[in-house]
T-cell receptor, first 116, second 115 residues
């Protein structure tokens, strides 16, 4: 149980375009979903936290107009990178916190974004 | 703000030997959770072990155990009988006990297992 999926696993887009990444909790309802960014050989940096039906809470320094997060249901959150630039190229990981085991986050497999 | 520090960027261990990864953190809270996560080359985060701060007993999971020193704000991971499959990045994480229960991750330790 407690499986989180992400789609796509790898995406290449051109500079200036937008790309959407989906995060789904497959077998549980996620009270909260988190979005992380990970540069090569670095740690996970929390970008934002989203609760179903509410606006996302962004960490300091994260551009909310560039990284749009929508948490439309208890099983789906999306991250849209708008007007992508090469410096947005990174590995994006989502995680979800269930309503039952609230102490733990369950992580998706990540999405590699390459902006050319 | 809470911070998590992993002072060992890289560690090596011989297969079947024991290795300890260090983690220190800073917090003013009295109740919190601490975690060790493993990230293999696939980049999938895998929970290794967790520790509730109110529990004095150190957590263990098979070959993995922690040394939790609350007063010293130290949370080290011991891997016994190391296996080749243990090679990965290991991240220590602190979980807030209020609000959104978000995690703060340390910088990570790359563990190499030598055959």
């Amino acid at each position: 149980g407690a499986v989180v999926s992400q789609h796509p696993s790898w995406v290449i887009c051109k500079s200036g375009t937008s790309v959407k990444i989906e995060c789904r909790s497959l077998d549980f309802q996620a009270t909260t979903m988190f979005w992380y960014r990970q540069f090569p050989k670095q740690s996970l940096m929390l970008m934002a936290t989203s609760n179903e039906g509410s606006k996302a809470t962004y960490e300091q320094g994260v551009e909310k107009d560039k990284f749009l997060i929508n948490h439309a249901s208890l099983t789906l959150s999306t991250l849209t990178v708008t007007s992508a630039h090469p410096e947005d190229s990174s590995f994006y990981i989502c995680s979800a916190r269930g309503t039952v085991s609230s102490y733990e986050q369950y992580f998706g497999p990540g999405t590699r974004l390459t902006v050319t | 703000a809470q911070t998590v520090t992993q002072s060992q960027p890289e560690m090596s261990v011989q297969e079947a030997e024991t290795v300890t990864l260090s983690c220190t953190y800073d917090t003013s809270e009295s109740d919190y959770y601490l975690f060790w996560y493993k990230q293999p080359p696939s980049r999938q985060m895998i929970l290794v072990i967790r520790q509730e701060a109110y529990k004095q007993q150190n957590a263990t999971e098979n070959r993995f155990s922690v040394n939790f020193q609350k007063a010293a704000k130290s949370f080290s991971l011991k891997i016994s009988d190391s296996q080749l499959g243990d090679a990965a990045m290991y991240f220590c994480a602190y979980r807030y006990t209020s609000g959104t229960y978000k995690y703060i991750f340390g910088t990570g330790t790359r563990l190499k297992v030598l055959a």
